[in-house]
């Protein structure tokens, strides 16, 4: 069997590792000419981690991480509204929350894959199939050909558009800005900061570097010069506790990144025939919950082990697209709504969201993270 991946970002190079740990010859096209990653963080929670240790990828991984020992749910003056410790974490859920570099974790797949035939510059214009394969264009008028094809193409698809998978963009009403500052991590509490339709996220990388993140309820479509953007930032979260104005000032304007928030309404199918779709491509999720890769991670674990286990491609296909589309909506949906709850500008119903938090106990919290972080997707089953 040959299966061709189009997008070789962090679910279509998962892909790639899964395919060939499993037998089946893979070729990945990337329309960028150079494999590499914004400069912003990512988390990767246990399912993810469990997902990718189970290829092979730890001692790689381990030597980019950061594990925060702490993390928080505070108040724009600092106050503490929930708190969890690694420890906790992990006595409930197996292992941390991983926080990675981007371009490092990119770079960990990347090296992996140096065995999988990735074709850079390769941007996907179009796909057509009969009953004995699929063929893909490319706007370098090159084409291939193989027995099955993964558009894992991201948020704006070729892939899906060619396929009519419906499911229109929607954008959430907030953007969010994104960078990386040198700042001294020892003693430094991961976590996010909540105010009245702005947020503030942070988490240490390694190499004593910071990830953040900031929100605010704005119009699609926004744009302004670099510096404007940090001048702005700075009169936005001035009066936020520490070290966030700092983060920001130490983060140059240049490099930090603006992304309006999108997803789509959960589809009841991802493909036809010889093609589907994984990660952003089928299933996109505001970043609330931090499972964005991580689901992409897990659906390719899921692809390689239906593809492998079967020799009808195409009920291999709809096998994995029936056990993964009931877990994505879940989490898409959940996603959504805890933007929505966060994301609230009324004062007053920010101090009940607030007081809510506080309240809710450890136990129900752990009940919801382990339904969402707790899943392990065995590749060999």
């Not at 105010?195 to 744009?223: C, K, M």
């Amino acid at each position: 069997m040959h299966t061709i991946v189009i997008g070789a970002g962090i679910g279509g190079l998962t892909t790639a590792l899964a395919l060939k740990q499993k037998g089946i010859d893979v070729d990945v096209y990337e329309r960028t000419p150079v494999l590499t990653d914004v400069g912003a963080g990512i988390s990767l929670w246990p399912n993810a981690l469990k997902a990718l240790y189970q290829l092979g990828l730890r001692p790689a991984l381990d030597g980019v991480s950061f594990v925060s020992m702490d993390g928080a749910v505070r108040s724009r003056d600092g106050t503490v509204l929930s708190r969890t410790t690694a420890d906790q974490f992990i006595a409930r859920l197996g292992l941390p929350v991983v926080v990675f570099h981007r371009a490092d974790l990119l770079a960990v797949l990347v090296d992996a894959a140096r065995d999988v035939r990735i074709h850079t510059d390769h941007e996907g214009r179009d796909v057509e199939q009969d009953a004995n394969g699929v063929t893909v264009q490319f706007a370098n008028r090159a084409c291939a050909r193989g027995d099955v094809l993964i558009g894992a193409d991201g948020l704006r698809s070729v892939v899906r558009d060619r396929l009519g998978v419906p499911g229109p963009l929607k954008y959430s009403g907030y953007t969010a800005w994104r960078g990386i500052a040198p700042f001294e991590t020892a003693g430094l509490m991961a976590g996010e900061t909540l105010g009245s339709g702005q947020r503030f996220g942070l988490a240490p990388i390694h190499g004593n570097r910071v990830y953040w993140y900031a929100t605010d309820n704005v119009p699609e479509g926004q744009r302004e010069p670099p510096l404007e953007t940090k001048a702005r930032l700075t009169r936005l979260f001035a009066d936020w506790h520490e070290p966030i104005p700092e983060l920001i000032q130490s983060t140059g304007a240049d490099a930090i990144l603006r992304n309006d928030i999108y997803d789509r309404d959960a589809a009841g199918r991802w493909g036809s025939g010889r093609i589907t779709l994984l990660g952003d491509a089928a299933h996109p999720m505001t970043p609330n919950l931090g499972q964005g890769a991580c689901q992409a991670i897990e659906d390719a674990l899921v692809l390689a082990h239906h593809l492998s286990s079967g020799s009808d491609v195409e009920a291999s296909l709809r096998r994995y697209e029936s056990e993964r589309i009931p877990r994505t909506r879940w989490v898409v949906t959940a996603s959504r709504r805890v933007g929505a709850l966060l994301q609230v500008e009324s004062r007053a119903f920010g101090r009940l969201r607030d007081l809510a938090l506080r309240l809710t106990p450890a136990t129900a919290t752990y009940r919801t993270l382990k339904r969402l972080a707790g899943y392990e997707g065995h590749l060999n089953r």
